[in-house]
């Protein structure tokens, strides 16, 4: 190397060994302070400390200023595409977020947010200046590098912070946040990178906004990739809007006849008109075609207490044109994201109906900022027991008190989805649905279940009981008895029907009954595991169930042995049991006289007894003679199909003594099988312990004494 060269090399290094001594000194500044600066408020943060003050009055700023001290000098030097300074985009992100109500560490991480990717500075010194808190959040939105993760580095780093979400869910605020600006400055992208990033926003981010409750950040990223993936759409919306603000706001006149009625009943309202954003109106457009004087905004009354949003409502409906079909009641049940309001609507003069929401100042800022306004998810949880629905911290991770019922779900079956891709698509299969149904048990011992609209009885089976509902043979739904596609509704009792461990499993028609990831996904591992073999894949069956096979017609003569009768008054008479309904002991019995001066014996309410009676024929008194006595009887077994079903049959009924005679299974209809079998028992007395027993088979849902008419 020459002279020139090595002096050159060695310059380098002391710039570089500059650089890390300056980067030490200034976040060594912004974690003990300068005399000079420990009590100034940078000016960069004043619009940001005005905003958190407005909702937090004795917000300590303190440490604000260190993290941005930290964070600007750390970022020194680094430029956004725009060509403005990197800090610009932090202090955005944190302003955002300030603005909908956030806490102090939130906006602390926030403005931390981009360190630990972007600049030298190391998670361990984000916690060792700022606390476990704040490095969790940071850690939480911090990308997985694509030197190590490739193409699943987006995917990946969407599971890391799903799963970190669980733990605080304020990772996924400042996640939204930071994309929210991003979106704000995707105009310096190239038109194929704005497409990809906001067809992710489309599909992940704002589905994630929704369930979270962040109305504010919803509706703007709609706009925002609105824009990107529907310009002409766009547009023209925007040319309505724009037409529409050049004339008189026709609402105005219905907002003001409100605020009179409601002056005049003595209930104290704000009323005012909220116009609809641009996404909103092109969903108008295409609903109803070309909007009207009313379709750009909506009436929106805020009150003070939970019964005055009622008392709004009933004046609304006594002294407007209530249209019926629009009222909705979000307050005596939210929506799954915390939302609450009245919904309704009302007709003017003119036969315009005008939207109403009505909620409480509490619910309208829950409706905007979503879970960002209920600040520190913890705590709550250290002053107070932790509320009765919140799964156990498991293998010592702190769970969020606060997390939805969905967000719970995704952290379950993200954990078997190990494959990138197939987490990638079940990610926005499952956000893609974007409400949420209750369903209840019909033990009192198991609590509500919380699934996606359009579940089955079989993804209800798989979240209810995990990788046990591989034995689930049917369902019953409000008490009847359905098969395992049958999609449920909000409100809905279900009683699942599991076999025992190992006897029965899967099959791969069930991938068209399941729904959610968690089952698709546990069926596809369970079928993956155990292949079935191509003889034994079930044949498909089209057209509707046929009705029952009739019983083999058999003549109504009794057999030695069988229980003995006698008719009343004609003591001697021969007397034969009727083999289409086989009476035995107690049944109520009546007989009729046949060829050869017999008397057949029927049930009560035989078919072909009725037949007899109706021709005219006399129906005779019959009893039972006392003392045990054997029958023959036939049942019928209703049962969903499963492997080893009729062994498990045959072997109760031999455990009580039954000979089976005769036996038919006929074949399989909707997952659903019916046995029936001619018995003789020993004891006539027997035959409801029998079914009784026959009734607790695994699949087995009914018991019945078979009666067919000849």
């Not at 799964?391 to 010592?396: I, Q, S, T, W």
């Not at 109504?556 to 004609?570: D, F, H, I, L, T």
């Not at 045990?628 to 077994?637: D, E, F, K, Q």
Request: proline share 8%.
């Amino acid at each position: 190397m020459s002279s020139g060269a090595a002096r050159a090399a060695r310059g380098s290094r002391r710039e570089t060994l500059r650089d890390v001594l300056r980067l030490r000194r200034l976040g060594r500044a912004a974690v003990f302070g300068t005399a000079d600066r420990q009590h100034r408020l940078p000016d960069a943060l004043e619009h940001v400390a005005q905003a958190h003050r407005r909702h937090h009055p004795g917000a300590d700023l303190a440490l604000l200023s260190r993290a941005y001290l930290l964070a600007e000098s750390a970022h020194r030097g680094q430029y956004r595409k725009s060509g403005e300074p990197y800090i610009t985009h932090p202090l955005a992100v944190t302003l955002i977020l300030a603005e909908l109500g956030a806490e102090t560490i939130t906006l602390t991480a926030s403005l931390l947010h981009d360190t630990v990717e972007d600049t030298e500075v190391t998670l361990p010194q984000v916690r060792a200046a700022f606390g476990e808190e704040v490095a969790h959040l940071v850690d939480g939105v911090t990308k997985l590098e694509k030197v190590d993760h490739g193409a699943a580095a987006e995917p990946e780093t969407f599971r890391k912070m799903l799963v970190a979400t669980g733990s605080d869910v304020r990772v996924m605020s400042i996640k939204l946040a930071d994309r929210l600006h991003n979106m704000r400055t995707l105009g310096v992208m190239r038109p194929e990178k704005q497409a990809r990033i906001a067809r992710v926003t489309r599909d992940v981010l704002i589905p994630l906004a929704e369930r979270l409750g962040v109305q504010t950040v919803k509706t703007e990223l709609e706009d925002l990739v609105f824009a990107v993936l529907h310009p002409e759409d766009h547009a023209r919306a925007e040319r309505l809007v724009r037409d529409h603000a050049t004339r008189p706001e026709p609402l105005a006149g219905v907002a003001e006849s409100v605020r009179q009625v409601l002056r005049d009943a003595g209930i104290a309202a704000e009323v005012v008109i909220r116009p609809r954003h641009l996404f909103s109106v092109h969903r108008v457009r295409l609903k109803r075609g070309e909007p009207g004087p009313y379709d750009f905004g909506r009436l929106l009354i805020l009150v003070a207490e939970d019964a005055d949003c009622y008392a709004v409502l009933g004046e609304l409906h006594t002294c407007f044109t209530p249209l019926v079909a629009e009222f909705k009641d979000f307050v005596a049940a939210p929506k799954f994201n915390l939302y609450q309001s009245l919904h309704t609507a009302v007709a003017d003069a003119s036969g315009h109906a005008a939207e109403v929401l009505v909620r409480t100042h509490r619910m309208h800022r829950v409706a905007e900022a979503g879970v960002v306004a209920l600040g520190d998810p913890h705590r709550p949880a250290e002053q107070d027991a932790a509320p009765a629905g919140v799964p156990a911290p498991e293998d010592g991770e702190r769970a969020d008190p606060t997390r939805p019922g969905w967000l719970s779900r995704l952290l379950e079956w993200q954990r078997q989805a190990t494959d990138p891709d197939t987490f990638w698509t079940a990610l926005r299969e499952e956000l893609a649905r974007d409400r949420e149904i209750t369903v209840f048990a019909e033990s009192a011992d198991l609590g509500p279940l919380q699934l996606p609209a359009g579940a089955t009885c079989l993804d209800a089976a798989y979240a209810r009981h995990g990788d046990a509902a591989h034995g689930c043979v049917g369902a019953r739904v409000n008490g009847r008895l359905t098969g395992l596609g049958t999609v449920l509704t909000d409100g809905d009792a279900v009683r699942l029907l599991l076999a025992p461990g190992g006897s029965s499993g899967p099959s791969p028609e069930w991938l068209g009954h399941a729904t959610t990831p968690a089952a698709r996904i546990a069926i596809q591992r369970w079928l993956t595991d155990r292949p079935v073999p191509p003889g034994d894949l079930p044949e498909p069956v089209d057209g509707p169930e046929p009705p029952p096979a009739p019983q083999v017609g058999e003549p109504a003569e009794g057999r030695s042995g069988e229980p003995a009768a006698e008719v009343s008054g004609a003591p001697g008479v021969p007397v034969r049991l009727a083999r289409c309904c086989t009476p035995v002991p107690p049944d109520r019995a009546v007989g009729f006289r046949v060829r050869g001066g017999a008397v057949a014996v029927h049930r009560d309410g035989c078919p072909e007894a009725g037949r007899m009676t109706g021709a005219g024929r006399a129906a005779l008194v019959v009893t039972w003679r006392s003392g045990s006595v054997g029958c023959r009887v036939t049942l019928r077994a209703e049962a969903l199909g499963r492997p080893e079903l009729l062994a498990d049959l045959t072997e109760t009924m031999a455990s009580h003594g039954a000979a089976v005679l005769q036996a038919e299974v006929e074949p399989p209809r909707q997952q659903r099988v019916r046995h029936t079998y001619t018995l003789r028992l020993p004891d006539a007395s027997g035959l409801p312990r029998l079914m009784r027993a026959m009734r607790s088979v695994p699949g087995v849902y009914d018991v019945s004494r078979a009666a067919h008419a000849r």
